[in-house]
């Protein structure tokens, strides 16, 4: 039986309890002058909620928030668990979709709060602690609710702030920055709903600012003390400013300074567009300091911010507010971590939406506080793409904006952000496809209008973005039956073939064959864009017909097939092919013995026809390769050369098939017949000269760095482990077990050594083959009188700034190697600014 018809309200928020003392639920009217039995009627209601209720609130708890995630259903549990569970629920519910006013909802649940603290205080402490760091999109209503249960429990106010402080205190320390800041607003916002007094902040804001003035600590540093202050200044500034001018304004004096002397060599890397037209590619503490700036010229008036307190300003005004505990930022430590810097992205402005509200200029704070809450949505809900897409369309104010183009521009703004972007890349292809769905009528049409603003600025876009602006389109178009008007970018057509819009509209068409089949994609786009359509992706065998016989191992491919299909031993198959002449007979040493080009070309054609032939190839090639002809392919590679002859084989057999010859290269790299500097040597070889640009050779380099990385990272977590179980072991002064352990953590210790070896070789020969390709251009540039920035020489040095990025972690372990073997100051000054700008990243 329901024994309240009205607690769907309660989990909606409308009201702790009946307060209608209604005779469902037999409970007595809750009232101000009762505060005490709100918390028993809540209770009593939990202990037999109707489903509908239970629906509405299971599940719902910041553990599953902060992972995004979808809640799983959970055991049945004690009372006070259960207790406990609901009341997160309602805390973290609260501001959602409601028949009720938020003002009322807030203030029925500081109710709710109020009268439980005695028992549940804790748990309340860490809930609303949880939510301030993980939920910011919902800042001012929890530090609204904070508010009121100060005002009516001061103690409990007291006891918050100084748990803020500790999380803090924390928080940096253990190099959660993007929360930290988070945290730093809450506390400031909390000025608004009279819990903190302002001096208090004025002085963390001041605490802040100093560590500008320590010595020899990273920039990065002192940039994230300053964004946290000025980050903070739209929620709080007015109030600042009107009980503390002075101080104030000696403090934006002490920021102003700090950012005319702060260096900005890392911009340039980080910049999406590389021409400052129509939107200028600005650094983000310079964006917002230019946006505090027209603020304060504003008077500190903003007009976006949701500021639920202020309905309760006759209850706070007369809260006793407490000041924030002595703040002294943690010391720099080695092992820090600092936020990269990034460029801010702008596509649109107030021109781009013609009809309805106008968009706020890029100056505009409420432009920073627009994109601050559309980031914190992604953030919150970025694993689950219709939640978040749904809670993107929900934004509050958004008759105010035009939100279309406000979400569409900040997600293109995360899916471009250099070095990474914040999620996986698929992330915001779901999310967009799921927009799309929920606004039909509206959003495609500002998704097209901006697919064609960067097809038109392709000239000048960063390669790396181009990249994942082609894998965004070809994935998108597959959703929608590759609808697009192609005859609208018909001039890709008369362009050189090198030029940034024809080759994006042909590596779009190739990743597009990819994900459907190559007739497909003949038949959706029009004849006239036939050059640019990929070839039909078919296996080349030169041995195929008997007009062949005339090549070199021709005889000897036709036998080792038949001796494949009859199941060969690898000693045989060896012996066939001892008989096959070696091209390299001019010398008879061992070197040319060990490497018979002819010798591969024979058996890996021919292995790789007999596969191509199969169901699956790729099955059928991991097969072959994987038990049975793994020693053959392993012997005939053994030397240097053989290792870069069967890539040229592999690419030659399949040179019109680019994703085959990346799935290829990726087996015979785990299987071990080549290794990663060979693939290094090979994509920068003459032979891969007329590839060099082409988007599928730059995945297959930064696949084989990836692994490389990821072997070295599994050594060392092997060591480490081996590590913690020796000293496990020394207390239980097992001394046999010791020396076995020892043992190996010597032999783990010189695994380690050796692969890092491997490791800072591969970036060796990968940096000096850039360089000396560099250089030479330059030099036939200079020599010549011809001007430098070609479309190859525009693609190959952003190819270096993109293996900087991409691997920048990595790549700081060797940047003193790099900088006395590679990057020394006589290098042409065109290539030692990349590496300039990439130290300063860091710095």
Known sequence: MVRCANWARAARLLAPVCLKGCSTCREPRATQQNKSQRGTALRAIFRSPPKRVCELTAGVHLSFVFAGGQPHKRRRTSEPVEIEDRLESLICRVGEKSTSSLESNLE????????????????????LCSVARVLPEKLTIYTTLVGLLNARNYNFGGEFVEAMIRQLKETLKSNFFSEAVYLVRFLCDLVNCHVIAAPSVVALFENFVCVTQEDDVPQVRCDWYVYAVLSSLPWVGKELYEKKDVEMDRLLSQIDGYLKRRQKTHVAMLQIWSAEKPHPQEEYLDCLWAQIQKLKKDRWQERHILRPYVAFDSVLCEALQHNLPPFTPPPHSDSAVYPM??????????????????????????????????????????????????????????????????????????????PCPPHVEVMYTTLLIELCKLQPGSLPQVLAQ?????????????????????????????????????????????????????????????????????????????????????????????????????????????????????????????????????????????????????????????????????????????????????????????????????????????????????????????????????????????????????????????????????????????????????????QKEDMEEDSQLEEQIERLQEKVESAQSEQKNLFLVIFQRFIMMLTEHLARCETGGTDLNTPWYKNCIERLQQIFLMHHATIQQYMGTLENLLFTAELDHHILAVYQQFCSLQA
């Open 341 to 418: 810097p990034h460029v801010i992205f702008r596509m649109f402005d107030y021109t781009d939406a013609p009809e309805g509200p106008v968009m706020p200029g890029s100056h505009s704070v409420e432009r920073f506080v627009i994109e601050e809450n559309l980031h914190c949505i992604i953030r919150t809900h970025w694993k689950e793409r219709k939640t978040c897409a749904a809670q993107l369309l929900s934004y509050p104010g958004k008759s105010k904006i035009p939100l279309n183009y406000h979400i569409v521009e900040v997600i293109f703004g995360e899916l471009f952000q250099l």
């Open 450 to 730: 901006a697919t064609e603003m960067m097809y038109m600025r392709l000239d000048t876009m960063n390669i790396t973005c181009v990249d994942r602006l082609v894998n965004w389109f070809s994935h998108h178009l597959s959703n929608f039956q590759f609808r697009w008007s192609w005859d609208d970018w018909a001039d890709c057509l008369t362009a050189d073939p090198e030029k940034p819009k024809a080759k994006f509209v042909r590596e779009v068409l190739e990743k597009c064959m990819r994900l459907s089949y190559h007739q497909r994609i003949v038949d959706i786009v029009p004849p006239s864009f036939a050059p640019l359509i990929p070839a039909n992706p078919l296996f080349i065998y030169k041995y195929e017909d008997e007009n062949s016989s005339t090549l070199p191992g021709y005889n000897a491919a036709i036998t080792v097939g038949n001796a494949i299909k009859n199941r060969a031993s690898n000693e045989e198959i060896l012996t066939l092919l001892k008989d096959v002449p070696n091209p390299n007979h001019e010398d008879d040493d061992d070197e040319g013995e060990s490497f018979n080009p002819l010798k591969i070309d024979v058996f890996l054609q021919t292995l790789l026809s007999l596969a191509a032939n199969g169901s699956s190839f790729y099955c059928a090639f991991v097969t072959l390769c994987g038990n049975p002809f793994h020693e053959v392919l392993k012997t005939l590679t053994e030397s240097d050369e053989g290792k870069l002859h069967i890539l040229r084989v592999v690419c030659d057999v399949w040179k019109n098939h680019p994703q085959m010859i990346s799935v290829l290269v990726d087996k015979m790299i785990r299987t071990q017949i080549v290794d990663c500097v060979a693939v290094a040597n090979w994509i920068f070889s003459q032979d891969m000269t007329h590839e060099f640009t082409r988007f599928y050779v730059w995945e297959i380099l930064h696949s084989t760095i990836r692994k490389m990385n990821k072997h070295v990272q599994k050594i060392q977590k092997e060591l480490e482990d081996s590590k913690e179980k020796l000293e496990k072991q020394h």
């Open 108 to 127: 029925g649940l500081a109710g709710v709060l109020e009268a439980d603290l005695p028992n549940y205080k804790n748990k309340i402490l860490r809930i």
